[in-house]
């Protein structure tokens, strides 16, 4: 079953997401003045989503937010404990509710990248600060939010970015690449915990893309052989909507989400 | 019966004291709550989690330090305008009852809260509690509130509660003005015992108001006007378990505020927004609800009056002299207590029910 709240707007629908602003899906996407976040808050946005995110630069979440009308700009750090209830306020409270939660902000460790006996403890604390603590901590507090929206819609989604490094051993990897298979791991448990809830967890690999996280990565690689963010966006929303059409329950029609 | 003073929601001892629907009292571990419900049974949580609705700031006219607590709001979805009070020098350390009183105040008078300003738009027949209009669009008024504002705290608790300490679990939106605490006794643990016993669970978001003025003549007022919404799938939840004779059981007092505002119309709870006005006492006929899971409460305040709904002074007395002999902790950090309404004579002729 499609939902229409996520069609592109102008889709063959009777009811427009400009008259009906509470049809619209509830977002929220970590990381998203750059790269893939950027990326996807442009595609929410043109999906006719209420989009808000959360970056660390308040000029650049000024910014953007100016720049794409609709968007809600949070400056937050989601690796720093003391900002991830002020940064759950602001998402619950502008967006009303929370339907899907994306953990995109990610730290890749050392950069330029390191053996793991070269790695400075900071730098491994920070990447684990940054790519599990802070979306295990900012998804526990808007785990009530999504359980809501879940119990009122049928379902409700955590879709936490991960990268083949969560999987294979890659040498100069290794703060990036234990922290995301500890994400990994973790969503895979809060989806077994959690499903009967309602609120589904998924990891999606979006593979080797254009981004400024690359580009610090592999300094000399060719952006020309890389995924387009935008292509990713795309398929990110494509699996949140998979998602959620799946775990909708039938007899869940589709005026039943908002 | 003391306050329990440390901001931890689920302490491992926290108590329970059960009275039954026939007045028997009866005391457990608040662990094994979910123990006691029965196939059917619909447990109602309030899914607000409390604004940071404490902001300090100056009165600009004078020049002097107030601490404004927003207290209650016309709906759940506008930002700009607050029913507040606002208090003199000082801080939660002071018990409200000792706090200054603020500047006079007059219509007009801007208030410099933090990054936050605001307008005091008329006074409320009272000195201190007055309309106030916070100046910008939503999302610089939700920053101002997520980054300085503090949870609206008391005396009883002496170390500064973080926002966490203020969040349920089970909490959504931040829209209520203090947390509804009683579901600080609700865990993700307790939501699977729940289901596992064939019960269900659902939520309403209700904006519980403060709970304590500091002003005797302003807690006579209390509890203000308080905006809810039910979602079409709990109140069709509700209905449902009515309809099969099963309990309503209800996670703290907005709850019932709610449920039985709803349903005051013609009887049914009907999904969507509404505005509870009414004060639950002795006298109110309970339509919906079954039995209350809520906070240890003192006589002489309006969530001690909303129980008298429940259960007949007698019994409550009886409860509260046990409440005091257990040594049971009061206040949103406290233990709890669950009862079952008493039966009354038009429902109980139309429908059994069990006991607990």
Redesign the interface.
Known sequence: MQDKSIFPPGASTEETLATHPDAALRVAITGGTSGLGLALVREFLARGASVAFVARGAERVDRV?REHPGA????GDVSAKNDI??????I???L???DVLINNASDLGPAPLALLGDTDCTEFERALATNVLGPFRLTK?L???L???A??NGAAVVLNISSDAAIDAYPGWGAYGASKAALLHLTRIWNE??A??GVHFVSLDPGDMDTPMHALAVPDGNPAVLKRPETAAREVADAITATLARCVPAGATEG?RR | MTPASQPIQRPPDAKLLVIEKNGRITHMPRVSFAGLLRPGDLVVANDATALPASLRGVHSPTGWPVEVRLAGRRSLDEVCCFTAIVFGAGDFRSRTEDRPAPPRLKPGDRLTLGPLSGTIERLLDHPRLVDLHLDGPADAIWSGLARHGRPIQYAYVPVPLELWDAWSLVAGTPVAFEPPSAGFALDWRTLERIRSRDAAFATLTHTAGISSTGDMELDLRLPFDEPYRISKSTASAVESARAHGSRIIAIGTTVVRALEHAASQDGRVHAGDGLATQRIGPGSQLRVVDAILTGVHAPGTSHHQLLQAFADGATLRRAGKELDAMSYRTHEFGDSVLIERKPCGNRQATRTRPTL
């Open positions: 937010a809600h700009g949070i400056a209830y002020p940064i759950a306020v602001q619950a409270g502008e009303g509710g929370l507090a785990l009530g939010a359980a809501a929206s119990r009122e915990e959690l009967s809830e039943d």
